[in-house]
C-alpha cells in the first residue's frame, strides 16, 4: 500500500534529500515550498510529488490556511516539519518582532499541521510525526542564530495530545539535528567547518542524505517503538 507524508520546509537541501528518500521507497509526497523552486527541478520526472506553496509567518494566515484544508489533511499517513527559517541577527540586536516570526513560522505552523493531521491517524490507527529540532538549542544558539534556536528548541515540547497518540498506533517524534553540510553554513562569514568539525566527538559533520536515513526510519513502518522522545543525531556533541 502506497502511504501519503506531507513535508514541510521541503525546499532546503535536507529537505531534498528526505523527498528522494521517500519516493525512492514508494510514497507520495506533497513538498511545502515557501520561495526556493528548484526543487520541482530536481523532481520533474517524478510522478509521486506535488508540492504546496505557502508562507507559515504570518500565524493567522496559517490558521486559515489550515481549516481551508482541513480535507486535504486528512489524506497523510505522515508529517514531517523541516521549516528552517532564519533571520541571522545577533542577540543583542535581537527584537521580539524577530522572535515572533521565528516562532510563528518554525513552531506554530508545524505544531497546528501536526495537531490537525494527527487527528485522522489515529482514527486509521497508524501515523508517524516528526517535528525538527536544532543543535543549537544546546548551546544557546549561535552568534547569530538566537531568535532560530529559540523557535525550533519549542518542536521539542511534545504535547502530551501527541504522546497519547502512541495507543492508536501514532508515533511522535522530535529530531534533533546537527551540524549538516549544507551551503548555508558556507554563507557564513568566517565560518571554517573542517574545525567545526572538531567539537564533535565523531568529528565530521553529516551529510543531508545520512540526516534523511534516520528521517525516513523514524517515519515508517519500521519503527515500531520509538515514541514521544526527543532524538539527538549530531555524532554526539
Known sequence: ???????????????????????????????????????????????NIDYIKYNFSIIKGTEKFIKKNKNHFKKFDAYINLIG?????????????????????????GLFI????????????????????????KFGGGQRTFSYSLSK???????????????FNVMCN???????????????PNKNLKKRAQLIPTKKIAKPEEIAEYIYFLCSEKNSQITNKVLDISGGE
Open 174 to 188: 522530535c529530531l534533533r539535528i546537527g551540524v549538516t553540510d549544507t551551503k548555508i553554513h558556507k554563507k557564513v
Open 1 to 47: 500500500m502506497s502511504r501519503n507524508i506531507l513535508i514541510t520546509g521541503a525546499s532546503s537541501e535536507i529537505g531534498n534529500a528526505v523527498v528522494a528518500k521517500f519516493l525512492s521507497n514508494g510514497w507520495n509526497v506533497t513538498a511545502h515550498i515557501n520561495k526556493n523552486n528548484n526543487i520541482k527541478k530536481k523532481f520533474f520526472n517524478e510522478k
Open 85 to 109: 527559517f532564519n533571520k541571522a541577527k545577533s542577540f543583542d540586536k535581537v527584537n521580539s518582532k524577530d522572535i515572533f516570526e521565528h516562532i510563528s513560522t518554525n513552531y506554530i505552523s
Open 114 to 137: 501536526a495537531r490537525e493531521i494527527i487527528k485522522s491517524l489515529i482514527k486509521k490507527k497508524w501515523g508517524r510525526i516528526l517535528l525538527t529540532s536544532s543543535i543549537g538549542t
Open 153 to 167: 528548541f519549542l518542536n521539542e515540547f511534545l504535547p502530551k495530545y501527541f504522546k497519547d497518540a502512541a495507543k
